[in-house]
């Protein structure tokens, strides 16, 4: 699995073990909503910094995104 598949699971994981919608996830990190379904449709190829804002959004490790 490459790192954007990686990415997508993950984040989709973690922002449904918390119940949030993407929208919720999208307020959180201060991103748009369709940027975030975008990410998880693997369409979108974010900067680190934008991962670093969804770690902090999700309050997680950064490597917990990008980990298989």
């Known amino acids: 699995m490459d790192v954007r598949h990686r990415l997508a699971a993950n984040m989709k994981r973690l922002r ?3 119940g949030w919608s993407q ?3 999208a307020d959180q990190a201060g991103l748009d909503r369709t940027y975030i379904s975008g ?3 693997m369409v979108r190829n974010p900067t680190i910094t ?3 804002r969804i770690s902090k959004a999700l309050t997680c490790e950064l ?3 990008l980990d298989n």
């Open 63 to 65: 490597g917990d995104l």
């Open 50 to 52: 934008v991962v670093e």
């Open 39 to 41: 990410i998880e449709r």
């Open 16 to 18: 449904k073990e918390r």
């Open 23 to 25: 929208e919720v996830l």
